[in-house]
């Protein structure tokens, strides 16, 4: 199955800014869109369950996050460009973690498919 990739990750102070992009791996050899999808953000930190962090619906008019990131997280689409963001800022020590996205059924935040490729945000002191 196609899953989008992840990236711009990276190591930021604690109450720094990072914007995460979530596209079509640039490998496929079949080109897709992730306009008729919701997208949704997981995190997945060194001995814990991935969890929820951020979800879209497929036209952007709809969006959802965790209680852990409300006010500091947003998460945005360019269907024309074909790519989600997750703007995160005000970043925290726990929310060093690899940051996946997903295709998802918006309502449960449910996961479509197997998980891509993910990318490492880490927050220092």
């Known amino acids: 199955q196609l899953q989008p990739v992840a990236s711009g990750g990276g190591l930021v102070h604690s109450g720094g800014s990072l914007r995460l992009t979530c596209a079509p791996s640039?490998?496929?050899?079949?080109?897709?869109?992730?306009?008729?999808?919701?997208i949704g953000w997981f995190r997945q930190a060194p001995g814990k369950e991935r969890e929820f962090v951020a979800a879209?619906?497929?036209?952007?008019?709809?969006?959802d996050c965790a209680d852990s990131v409300k006010g500091r997280f947003t998460i945005s689409r360019d269907n024309a460009k074909n790519t989600v963001y997750l703007q995160m800022n005000s970043l925290k020590l726990e929310d060093t973690a690899v940051y996946y996205c997903?295709?998802?059924?918006?309502?449960?935040?449910?996961?479509?498919?197997?998980w891509g490729q993910g990318t490492q945000v880490t927050v220092s002191s």
């Open positions: 997903n295709r998802i059924l918006y309502g449960p935040k449910r996961p479509l498919g197997s």
């Open positions: 640039r490998h496929t050899l079949e080109y897709y869109t992730l306009d008729p999808y919701a």
């Open positions: 879209i619906d497929w036209i952007g008019s709809n969006t």
